[in-house]
């Protein structure tokens, strides 16, 4: 089994920042892509970042510039730098794996979230 855990979500005022985590857990292999995803009140999932195990990351259009993705290997874990926060970033954070375990099968695992507010 593979767990995928987010944190670092929080109340904040407009033009702050913060950093988010997700780690992955469980009997894993290798870590290919770890991608961000986020749901705003009243709206659909949408994607925000993905990181490739090569450490080459990709944005939606709406978080270039301000947002910045990584990966620590060794870990098992994705960060997602936020600055210049907008209320529009309001929403909540959802990590999203894929990975292949110890005897090769392939795993796309979800956490559960967590909350960003965005307000003054």
């Known amino acids: 089994q593979v767990q995928v855990e987010e944190s670092g979500g929080g109340l904040v005022q407009p033009g702050a920042s913060l950093r988010l985590s997700c780690e992955v857990s469980g009997s894993i292999f290798r870590t290919k892509e770890m991608t961000w995803y986020r749901q705003g009140p009243g709206k659909q999932r949408e994607f925000v970042c993905t990181v490739y195990d090569g450490g080459i990351a990709t944005y939606a259009d709406s978080v270039r510039g301000r947002f910045s993705i990584s990966r620590d290997n060794a870990k098992n874990t994705a960060y997602l730098q936020m600055n210049n926060l907008k209320p529009e970033d309001t929403a909540v954070y959802i990590c999203?794996?894929?990975?292949?375990?110890?005897?090769?099968?392939?795993?796309?695992?979800w956490g559960q979230g967590t909350q960003v507010t965005v307000s003054s």
């Open positions: 999203n794996v894929l990975c292949t375990d110890e005897f090769g099968d392939a795993h796309n695992s």
